[in-house]
């Protein structure tokens, strides 16, 4: 790790609505995620012309990755990706030279079988950005176990971070890191106090260098109510910093999860239930399904901010 210290700086200016501030975070392919049930975990190339994103049904049983591509600065209609639609895939993670996609998958691990494993992390490769997606593979050991394995997300230097179940954690679900040693994967950790602990800490995203971690953290003492959004820094001593809570300029009363970074744009986006629906006297069946319909309706939906990255 090179002695930088990186300061993550959100730069959400405030505006005044209705005699309120409110921050500026911002719904993301409106038209397109307002026709789905439920929305989550974009990841998206560094040009931002290629994305990808969960559509799952109300209760789950459906979860299929999506491919959209952008054209004269237009999102097209999206379409199932090529290596998804059968199984309950989900959490598309692009490495960062952008020639593999992490995702998770309850699919068979044998192709000839039909009897599903538990969540396993699995890959699919590209020998460049405009030719297709290989075969998905499987991950394998020691990073995949009997347990669930999910919300992969992986350095320059090919470390790997993941959300596990493992009996190893410290709570709940924990943020371990496994080690790429040049040809294999090392045996995963959980991560330290700072960032775990005996309750859910899960979905974490890793900064190319390994700068900062943002993940979410449900329930916890200093949260807003449900699931929020947490950062945590990596000191020159290697260790890192105890996890902050990103304030509620980015983290709502509900559930907010999924983080990813652009590190070309500066943006994050990341996952959210918040809703903005308002109780009042319905006049009229309009008024009420345009109220009842708003993109922050308590549903699962993507969302963006901008962060300005100072390295000094």
Do not use: H
């Not at 975990?41 to 799952?56: C, G, L, P, V, W």
């Not at 290989?134 to 999910?150: A, H, M, Y």
């Not at 260790?239 to 994050?268: H, R």
Request: net charge negative; with cysteine; aromatic share 12%.
């Amino acid at each position: 790790m090179k002695k930088t210290l990186v300061t993550l700086v959100l730069t959400l200016s405030l505006f005044v609505c209705n005699g309120q501030k409110e921050s500026q975070v911002k719904p993301i392919l409106k038209n397109i995620i307002s026709d789905l049930s439920n929305i989550r975990d974009f990841a998206a190339s560094s040009s931002e012309d290629e994305a990808y994103i969960t559509a799952q049904s109300q209760l789950g049983e459906v979860s299929v990755i999506l491919k959209l591509k952008k054209k004269k600065g237009k999102w097209e209609d999206p379409a199932v990706a090529s290596f998804s639609g059968e199984y309950k895939d989900l959490e598309p993670f692009i490495s960062p030279d952008e020639l593999t996609l992490f995702f998770v998958s309850d699919r068979p691990l044998d192709a000839s079988s039909q009897t599903r494993k538990d969540y396993d992390i699995w890959y699919v490769e590209r020998t460049n950005k405009n030719s297709p997606w290989s075969k998905p593979k499987n991950i394998g050991s020691p990073i995949n176990t009997e347990n669930n394995e999910f919300y992969p997300s992986l350095s320059k230097n090919k470390n790997m971070y993941f959300t596990s179940d493992s009996p190893e954690s410290k709570g709940k679900d924990d943020i371990f890191f496994s080690q790429w040693d040049g040809t294999k994967y090392l045996p995963p950790i959980s991560l330290s106090d700072s960032i775990n602990t005996e309750g859910y800490e899960f979905n974490s995203y890793i900064a190319p260098d390994e700068s900062y971690l943002i993940f979410s953290g449900y329930n916890r003492p200093d949260g807003l109510g449900s699931g929020d959004l947490y950062i945590s820094f990596m000191g020159e001593d290697g260790n890192w910093s105890k996890a902050k809570n990103l304030g509620e300029q980015i983290n709502s009363k509900q559930m907010d999860y999924c983080p990813f970074v652009n590190q070309t744009s500066g943006a994050l986006y990341f996952t959210s239930k918040r809703s903005a629906v308002k109780p009042q006297n319905f006049e009229s069946y309009k008024s009420l399904l345009k109220e009842i319909n708003k993109y922050e309706n308590g549903l699962s939906r993507v969302y963006k901010a901008f962060v300005k990255e100072i390295i000094d």
